[in-house]
């Protein structure tokens, strides 16, 4: 049987990788329009997307909490302390290396003609960029939490 704790893990990985993926979709759309971005608009779908995941979130964990009550009370015990950790680990890491590496890319955009020399989303304003990698991580440190759980069974 599957503990709380992990099912929780996979509603929060599936939420993650639907909404990115609306995201990516949207921004990709954007982009490929040839339009400038415009900061209304990205600030309104950040705001729309925040929103979304927030609301899912809740309401799925809620819905699956009500249905394994005795599940969802338990505290969590060193095992899973100690995968949630690891998991941790390994998700600061890729934050860590997708934001230096959004940093680097706008100073390299500072000095090269990013116009015609880029791919549209390279050339994108930084807060895009760096919701893709938030979004990374994420997905990554869910991931690498659920491999701990399933390593052990």
């Known amino acids: 049987m599957i503990a709380f ?4 893990l996979w509603v929060s990985l599936l939420i993650t990788l639907v909404i990115a993926a609306i995201y990516g979709d949207n921004i990709y759309y954007f982009l490929r329009a040839g339009q400038e971005t415009d900061s209304q608009a ?4 950040i705001t729309r997307v925040v929103i979304a995941f927030i609301v899912l979130e809740i309401v799925l964990h ?6 394994e009550q005795e599940g969802a009370n338990l505290p969590e015990d ?13 998700g600061y890491w890729v ?3 997708g934001v230096i590496g959004c940093i680097l890319q706008q100073m390299a955009n500072s000095y090269i ?16 960029k760096l919701i893709v990698v ?15 759980y399933r390593k052990e069974s």
Request: aromatic residues 14%; proline residues 3%; without cysteine.
């Open 5 to 8: 704790r992990e099912k929780s």
């Open 42 to 45: 990205v600030a309104a779908l």
């Open 62 to 67: 809620i819905a699956l909490a009500m249905g």
């Open 78 to 90: 060193e095992r899973e302390r100690n995968y949630r950790l690891l998991a941790n680990d390994v």
């Open 95 to 97: 934050l860590s290396i």
């Open 113 to 128: 003609d990013v116009q015609g020399s880029y791919p549209a989303f390279l050339s994108s304003p930084i807060e895009l």
């Open 134 to 148: 938030f979004w990374v991580s994420e997905a990554v440190r869910f991931a690498t939490e659920i491999y701990y």
